[in-house]
C-alpha cells in the first residue's frame, strides 16, 4: 500500500484546511487508516483513526474541531477547523491492513499562524 498526503499549507488561527491521503495498491486489504501528526521537538501523536467500519476515535485536544473519514476509494480525509498555533505540525497518514502491515505516507506540513 502506498499513501499519498496532500493538503497541508499555512493557514491563520481559526481557520480551516482539509487533509487528504489517498491510498493505492493493494487498498482492498486496509483496515484501519488514521493521522498522526509531529510537531517540532515533539514526539509523533495520534490525531484521529478510522475503521473499516467507519467507526473513529479523535484525540481529545482535536475532538471538537477534526473530523476524520474515509471513502470506499482507499481515500482517507481529515477535516480541521478553529485551527490553533499549537496544531502546526507535519501531518502523516497510516494505514494498518488485514495483513498486519503498517505503511506512512511522507506528511504533509500544517502551519497555523498566530
Known amino acids: 500500500v502506498q499513501l499519498q498526503a496532500s493538503g497541508g499549507g499555512l493557514v491563520q488561527a481559526g481557520g480551516s484546511l482539509r487533509l487528504s491521503c489517498a491510498a493505492s495498491g493493494s487498498i482492498a486489504g486496509i483496515n484501519t487508516m488514521g493521522w498522526y501528526r509531529q510537531a517540532p521537538g515533539k514526539q509523533r501523536e495520534l490525531v484521529a483513526v478510522?475503521?473499516?467500519?467507519?467507526?473513529t476515535n479523535v484525540a481529545d485536544s482535536v475532538k471538537d474541531r477534526f473530523t476524520i473519514s474515509r471513502d470506499n476509494a482507499g481515500t482517507m480525509y481529515l477535516q480541521m477547523n478553529s485551527l490553533k498555533p499549537e496544531d502546526t505540525a507535519v501531518y502523516y497518514c497510516?494505514?494498518?491492513?488485514?495483513?498486519?502491515?503498517?505503511?506512512w505516507g511522507q506528511g504533509t506540513l500544517v502551519t497555523v499562524s498566530s
Open positions: 497510516n494505514v494498518l491492513t488485514v495483513w498486519s502491515t503498517e505503511h
Open positions: 478510522i475503521t473499516r467500519s467507519g467507526n
